[in-house]
């Protein structure tokens, strides 16, 4: 079973505010993902990390920032957040030797910008 | 282009019947990872199954088979005996290269309903 955990849940925040959305896991795992999805829609890849010290941008990273600085914590930051931002943001890990592990995700955040 | 297409919006089954969710890819590496999701309604992400492209034989776990059709580059998922909770969202993904150090890309997903 996986551990994973995203805090908040749920978001309702105006826009311009900045916000972190909270991310850990306990399975010592090295890869870390932020993934973003509208309501019923395909994922799409923000920003993910090798390891500690390591981050890598994906398609929709123009926006927000993360940090890796311990292995089980990945935050993800908006620094002005917008209407636009209105979506679910899932966090994911994977272990780092195995070529067919499988992502283990959290339970998302949320988030809607008014 | 799509690197995972699925092509079923949205699917309907009795209960206890089989369905088959279709899945293509596209890639050029000859080393690569399938993988299928599912997601309830409470958004959570629940891995079902995996596909290696070198693998002889198609994966199986408990009622999800993979139809993995390499010639094709298709990769269908199969939920034999559908049961009302199997209701969900089901996503397609793909790892290239064949290394365990790229991120998961998906498909657009297809909503699977079951009838009673």
């Known amino acids: 079973e996986a551990d994973i955990y995203q805090t908040p849940r749920y978001l309702v925040i105006g826009t311009g505010k900045k916000i972190t959305l909270e991310c850990s896991q306990t399975?010592?795992?090295?890869?870390m993902y932020w993934y973003q999805q509208d309501p019923g829609m395909e994922l799409h890849l923000i920003h993910y990390?090798?390891?500690?010290?390591?981050?890598e941008k994906g398609d929709l990273s123009s926006e927000s920032t993360v940090s890796r600085i311990r292995t089980e914590h990945f935050p993800l930051t908006l620094e002005s957040a917008r209407p636009s931002h209105t979506s679910q943001y899932l966090c994911?890990?994977?272990?780092?030797?195995?070529?067919?592990?499988?992502?283990?995700f959290g339970n998302g955040t949320r988030l809607t910008v008014t | 282009a799509q690197k995972i297409t699925q092509t079923q919006p949205g699917m309907f089954v009795q209960e206890k019947e089989a369905v088959t969710l279709d899945c293509t890819y596209d890639t050029s590496d000859q080393s690569y990872g399938l993988f299928w999701y599912k997601q309830p309604s409470s958004g959570e992400m629940i891995f079902l199954i995996y596909?290696?492209?070198?693998?002889?034989q198609n994966a199986t776990e408990g009622r999800y088979s993979l139809n993995f059709q390499k010639a094709r580059k298709s990769a269908n998922l199969v939920i034999s005996a559908s049961q009302l909770g199997d209701s969900a969202m089901y996503f397609c993904a793909m790892r290239e290269p064949y290394s365990g150090n790229t991120p998961l890309v998906f498909g657009k997903g297809t909503r699977l309903s079951v009838i009673a």
């Open positions: 399975m010592g795992h090295d890869k």
């Open positions: 994911a890990s994977s272990e780092g030797t195995s070529t067919n592990s499988p992502l283990h």
């Open positions: 596909q290696g492209s070198y693998d002889e």
């Open positions: 990390s090798y390891g500690v010290n390591s981050t």
